[in-house]
């Protein structure tokens, strides 16, 4: 029963970090159009200047949210800069993203090195806590709080706001919006910063638990691609969805077949994708 | 079209060239040749996926490198000859793809560079973690360069070795030429341009596309396993990200859709990876601003790209004569 509860749990954590990857990977295709390839890579900053940034202020809350705010502003410039110029040219998009994968792959072992770095838990939330004959970890706890608070305020601001209808039209007919009269080129810039900071805030979030070392970035990409890919892309509901499904069945996979890791997501991903080749939630 | 008479006679002219120089040279220089025609393989096994097909992967490694596995587990650990231990190597290439595409070829554009590109971190996690089979992070070293038989030259020399590849690359090349340009090869075009209106003609779209990643997965596994015996050696990364998009990048240099274009993206990236190393170590960091630049300016290829930059130069000359 412990085992059950806290390999549960466990996989559930690491459902909540992927979610935060995936909510902005799917936001950002099902807007926009664009795999970005490089979304590992603002978990990976993220979780790097968080560290850097909480050694030099002694404190997590502030340097998480410098973290995030700074790679908020990379994905402004990457999208303002770059993206934009590429309007609706998928492939040439998905190349760019690729070559700032690399890019900032490299910069972050210049700056950082190869060892993994682990992001400090904040203080309040250390140690355990006991529940149901189980000792388990707060932190943890206070991540899957954190995960489904936010995929609460995501759905909250997409189904319930104006701004969160303009993106929900946006998606379904970009050209009639745009005759409306709305700035689109703006919503596209905020929603890909919003993308970003979502993925730093997993990289920030996730990096007590999972750590930053070169190629993190591609690894928990790679888990979000599965998620969306699984859950649909450009949905929420789906990415929710897929992070549960891909958390657990990582989690699970790993403690009874080690040796075949990633080769357990992949079964799942070719269920799904046999029966339903859009994914769980995906448009048409 | 797209095989131009002008591609095919560089290409000839190419490897008469190579055959010239590759015995003179330098070892090393030789090595390098080598490498450029493994590479050169390589690329043409996925431009016609991507090129021709207009199917893009992000995981072409997974065929390198599982026929490079494969090949070298055979030879290994099983004790089969070079001619059994190649054939199984390209045969499991084959194989996977053939099962891969069953799943895959019900996604279409990002769906499928996503895919591709799961399947491949699939194969590369199982080559790190089922170490009993794989060595895990070492990897399988010391597979000895195969003895081709008495009446053959040896192979185990860097000048040996080179010809062998270069008459693998000849026949390949062959091979994909006569491919591309079959009216088989002309509907996978077709696939490219205007999948709706192929379908609508009456071609069973699915098969040519399965057909198309089938050959495409087998020749990434012939030079997998020449890459393989060049080293000796093969590790996890021969199924890594980084080599899927460097094969990408040597389409998208060369000319994606031109079957030898891509052979030129392989020499130039070959020479880059050489002569950079011995200024930096920031190979990763080229790479990524190489695909900006590409992205930015001649996602169609660098070649391509400046085809047309020679034409736009020529033309506003000609314009200002006939005005004037």
Redesign the interface.
């Known amino acids: 029963m412990n085992f059950w509860i806290i390999n549960t749990l466990n996989g559930l954590s690491l459902a909540m970090i992927l979610f935060l990857l995936a909510a902005g990977l799917t936001l950002i295709?099902g807007l926009m159009?664009i795999?970005n390839m490089a979304h590992g890579s603002f978990y990976l900053l993220g979780g790097y200047i968080a560290i850097s940034a909480i050694r030099l202020t002694g404190d997590f809350g502030t340097g998480a949210l410098l973290a995030v705010i700074a790679i908020a502003v990379t994905g402004v410039v990457v999208q303002r800069l770059?993206l934009a110029?590429?309007y609706k040219?998928?492939?040439?998009?998905?190349?760019?993203t690729?070559?700032?994968?690399?890019?900032?792959?490299?910069?972050a072992?210049?700056t950082w090195g190869g060892d993994p770095l682990l992001v400090p838990e904040p203080r309040p939330l250390q140690g355990g806590v006991r529940f149901l004959g189980v000792v388990y970890p707060l932190y943890r706890l206070f991540l899957i709080g954190w995960g489904l608070a936010t995929a609460l305020f995501l759905w909250a601001f997409l189904e319930r706001t104006k701004i969160g209808a303009i993106v929900r039209a946006g998606m379904d007919d970009e050209e009639m919006v745009r005759g409306l009269g709305i700035n689109m080129p703006l919503v596209f810039t905020a929603i890909f910063a919003l993308g970003a900071a979502l993925a730093a805030l997993g990289g920030v979030l996730g990096g007590p638990l999972l750590g930053m070392f070169p190629g993190a970035d591609?690894e928990v990409a790679?888990l979000a691609?599965?998620v969306?890919?699984v859950g649909g892309?450009g949905s929420i509901r789906g990415a929710f969805l897929g992070s549960l499904l891909v958390g657990l069945v990582d989690n699970f996979g790993n403690v009874w077949f080690?040796?075949?890791?990633?080769?357990t997501?992949?079964v799942p991903?070719?269920i799904v994708?046999?029966l339903r080749?859009?994914g769980l939630m995906g448009r048409v | 079209m797209a095989e131009s008479r002008w591609g095919l006679w560089s290409a000839i002219a190419f490897v008469l060239i190579a055959a010239a120089v590759g015995g003179v040279i330098p070892p090393y220089d030789t090595g390098l040749l080598t490498q450029v025609l493994i590479y050169g393989i390589f690329a043409m096994s996925l431009d016609v996926l991507h090129g021709y097909t207009g199917m893009p992967s992000l995981g072409h490694a997974a065929y390198f490198g599982l026929a490079a596995y494969v090949t070298a587990i055979c030879s290994l650990k099983l004790g089969w000859g070079f001619a059994a231990a190649g054939a199984a190597g390209i045969a499991a290439s084959a194989l996977a793809a053939a099962l891969f595409h069953l799943l895959a070829l019900r996604t279409s554009h990002s769906y499928y560079l996503m895919i591709t590109l799961a399947f491949s971190q699939v194969l590369w996690s199982l080559a790190v973690s089922w170490t009993d089979v794989t060595g895990g992070d070492n990897g399988l070293p010391g597979v000895a360069r195969p003895s081709l038989g008495p009446w053959l030259p040896s192979v185990s020399s860097t000048i040996g070795y080179f010809y062998f590849v270069l008459a693998i690359f000849v026949v390949s090349a062959a091979m994909l030429y006569v491919f591309v340009t079959s009216p088989l090869g002309y509907a996978l075009r077709g696939i490219r341009d205007n999948e709706m209106r192929m379908r609508a003609l009456g071609y069973h779209v699915w098969t040519y596309k399965y057909l198309a990643s089938i050959v495409s997965a087998a020749f990434a596994g012939v030079a997998g396993e020449l890459y393989m015996y060049l080293n000796n050696f093969v590790s996890p990364s021969a199924l890594s990200v980084t080599v899927s998009a460097q094969v990408l990048m040597m389409i998208l240099v060369g000319a994606a859709g031109t079957l030898f274009g891509p052979v030129l993206g392989a020499g130039v990236f070959v020479v880059l990876q050489y002569v950079l190393s011995t200024y930096t170590d920031r190979w990763l960091f080229v790479i990524g601003v190489i695909y900006v630049l590409l992205a930015l300016y001649a996602p169609q290829g660098a070649l391509l790209y400046l085809r047309d930059r020679l034409k736009a130069r020529r033309r506003p000359t000609a314009d200002r004569t006939s005005a004037g």
């Open positions: 295709f159009h795999i770059f110029r590429l040219q998928e492939m040439p998009q998905a190349l760019l690729l070559g700032l994968l690399f890019i900032i792959a490299d910069v072992f210049f591609f790679l691609f599965v969306v890919t892309l080690p040796q075949l890791s990633l080769f997501i992949f991903m070719v994708l046999a080749p859009t």
